[in-house]
């Protein structure tokens, strides 16, 4: 069974780090574009950033430009986003997707997970 399953979730202070961690099952990844997305509350879903086979990256959000990285470890079959300086905007479910292709881009996001929850308040 092909899956994406996120984790590392949870709440922080402003000011504060978390990394999330998706990790994929049922495949391997190294082969694919996988994007981080978030929906805050009463809002759409909006991309953040994306992190290609080859390990380039691409940012969606100027929102999260220096605080968020995206990174891949292959052999874990698992990307991570690392998020800086948290601020109390940036609470939201985060999704991972997979790309059905190896670079980044929009749309053609072919599986996704189930979410984690991050939420940024004193």
């Known amino acids: 069974q092909l899956q994406l399953a996120e984790s590392g979730g949870g709440s922080v202070q402003p000011g504060g780090s978390l990394r999330l961690s998706c990790a994929a099952s049922g495949f391997t990844l190294d082969g694919y574009g996988i994007g981080w997305f978030r929906q805050a509350p009463g809002k759409e879903r909006e991309g953040i950033i994306c992190?290609?086979?080859?390990?380039?990256?691409?940012n969606y959000a100027d929102s999260v430009k220096g605080r968020f990285t995206i990174s891949r470890d292959n052999a874990k079959n698992t990307v991570y986003l690392q998020m800086n300086t948290l601020k109390p905007e940036d609470t939201a479910v985060y999704y991972c997707?997979?790309?059905?292709?190896?670079?980044?881009?929009?749309?053609?996001?072919?599986?996704w997970g189930q979410g984690t929850l991050v939420t940024v308040s004193p």
């Open positions: 992190i290609n086979s080859s390990g380039g990256t691409t």
């Open positions: 997707a997979r790309r059905s292709s190896s670079w980044c881009g929009i749309g053609y996001y072919d599986l």
